[in-house]
């Protein structure tokens, strides 16, 4: 009886949440988690860590090098749409990051770039 009874829970269970829906709710919601989430899904983690420089520069350097400057963001947001070379040769000894437009809308990029300046404060 009982294994019958726990296949009828999933079941309902499952019916009961679409699972593609939450995961595009979950994707707009700017945490930490998604952020980090949009960026694999992007393919930026291909090049990049947080905490080491890969093939291009430590976000959590990149974060540093940018505090406190107006406008950080939409600056970093038109470098990864259309491309980025000479800034980090002294760290990726002069490689470029090839323009990341199409990887990841405009809210995307947003979110994953207050991520990425919000590194050097961790
Ligand atoms: C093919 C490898 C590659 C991929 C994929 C890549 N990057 Fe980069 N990225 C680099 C390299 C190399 C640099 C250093 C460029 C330079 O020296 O100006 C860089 C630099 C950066 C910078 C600093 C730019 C600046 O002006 O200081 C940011 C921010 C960044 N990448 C974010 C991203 C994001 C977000 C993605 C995903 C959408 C991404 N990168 C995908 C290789 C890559």
């Known amino acids: 009886m009982r294994p ?15 699972i593609n829906e939450s995961m595009r709710a979950k994707a707009k919601d700017g945490t930490t988690a998604n952020a ?4 694999a899904n992007g393919g930026c983690m291909g090049c990049h ?5 890969v093939y291009g520069p430590a976000w959590k350097l990149v974060s540093k090098r940018y505090q406190g400057m107006p406008k950080a963001r939409s600056i970093l947001i038109e470098r990864i749409k259309n491309g ?7 760290i990726t000894d002069g490689k470029r990051m090839p323009p990341q437009k199409g990887a990841l809308n405009n809210e995307e990029l ?5 991520y990425i300046l919000s590194l050097a404060k961790k």
């Open 4 to 18: 019958y009874l726990f296949f009828i829970m999933s079941l309902v269970l499952l019916s009961g949440c679409d």
């Open 84 to 90: 980025s070379y000479g800034r980090w040769d002294h």
């Open 36 to 39: 980090r989430e949009i960026a």
């Open 49 to 53: 860590a947080t905490s080491n420089s």
């Open 110 to 114: 947003g979110i994953v770039v207050d």
